[in-house]
């Protein structure tokens, strides 16, 4: 996360998933994050809200709510 005590920070990050049956890896990519109101920082953590873009195999799905 870029610009983290700014109004407009900035997330981009990809992770890794696999089924438990340790078949099908695959990669996932988050962009273009969007904060949606203030971060929340509570017990040593802080929680960002907003709407990101993420890749699916269909293709990048826009406007995913991430918490």
Known sequence: M???NTPNPTFNGSF???R???SQPHKHTISDFKLTGKP???????TF????SVT???G???TFQLA
């Open 40 to 46: 929340v920082v509570a017990n040593n953590s802080t």
């Open 20 to 22: 438990t049956d340790g």
């Open 60 to 62: 990048p799905v826009k």
């Open 16 to 18: 890794y998933m696999i």
């Open 49 to 52: 809200n907003g709407t990101s």
């Open 2 to 4: 870029n610009k983290i």
């Open 56 to 58: 699916m195999k269909e």
